[in-house]
């Protein structure tokens, strides 16, 4: 139509990839939950099985397949270099923590690195305090950013992403946030590490790895705390989600853990359909990934996401709650959680005959 801009041959090539979210979301089903201390998991099931024709971080670098450096000598804070010496596609979660060299980091965004390549990975650093190697290599961590700083992130990768398709977050704020956390939790580190926060606590934590196993079917978790729900990662692949739940339980659990009661909560699987329902239908963009597949960023009034996907198949989604965050344009004080309170809203409507 006359007036009307164009659409490139790339741009009508990710047109299919906006509608990828909605999709898997409607493949995967709600699992009973299980409750131990403050947090639920919802498993997500899904009867199908597709090919995992990766390899995880950790299994990369244990059997040497992984070199994790400095860009150079000097080295970058956002930026590490990633060499993929197998003749496999190497997966890289989005939050999972590199730990030596100059500075600890986590991943930015999830990445499937191509076979026998060398490629510039967007990183974060959770250690304010050392800028001076302890090793060459990084290694990987049994952990995963904690969940309410993942989150932050996400949303400040994704403020990137529209602004000038960077996969850059805001370093300040997440120094900040691990400051604030250290301080709630009481935990001292003399290089404000991330990290000493779940060392301190990894007692309680293998308590929440242990009490949350992987069943049949299992290609994702959705997790609340407390009464909130928080977030659910989903994957392509169930052996994939086996192998990293641990992480990401640790994740949600030190969340779980700074609560500090006893209070017994209620998972409502009604508030758990209410996020995948907004999962499902938030604005989706579509951007060029790093290394191998698209980056896909979701986001509505209540939810805020990140996506890998490769030949039309999400690899890997991560979904958080989205309205309580005190940085977000959606915030407003007192309002409390959309997502959360599903259930109350029905409740509401019962009790007043509506």
Known sequence: RLGEKKMSAAEENLLPEVSLIQGRIEEVSLGEPTVHGQMAIFPLLDKEESARDYLTLDESIANGYAHVTEVDESGDVPELKFRNSS?????????????GAKQNRTLNLSILAPAEKEIIIPVTCVESGRWS???ERFNSSDRVHFSKGRREK???VSCSMRIDN????DQGAVWEEISSKESRMNSFSPTSSMGALFEKHKYRLSDYVKAFNAIENQAGMLVMVGDDITGLDLFSNKHTLKKLMPKLVRSF?????ELNTRKK???????AEDLLKKSATANTSVHPGVGDGNNLRLQNEEVIGGALSLDYQVVHLSVF???DLSDSRNYRPGRGSRVRRASYRRSHRRREGL
């Open 87 to 99: 003749d496999k596609r190497i997966f890289l979660m989005e939050g999972e923590e590199l730990l």
């Open 133 to 135: 190697y302890d090793s």
């Open 154 to 156: 996400m949303e400040s």
């Open 166 to 169: 960077s996969a850059r977050a």
């Open 253 to 257: 659990a030190l969340d779980a853990i």
């Open 265 to 271: 909560y209620q998972a409502r699987i009604e508030d």
């Open 321 to 323: 709650r989205n309205d």
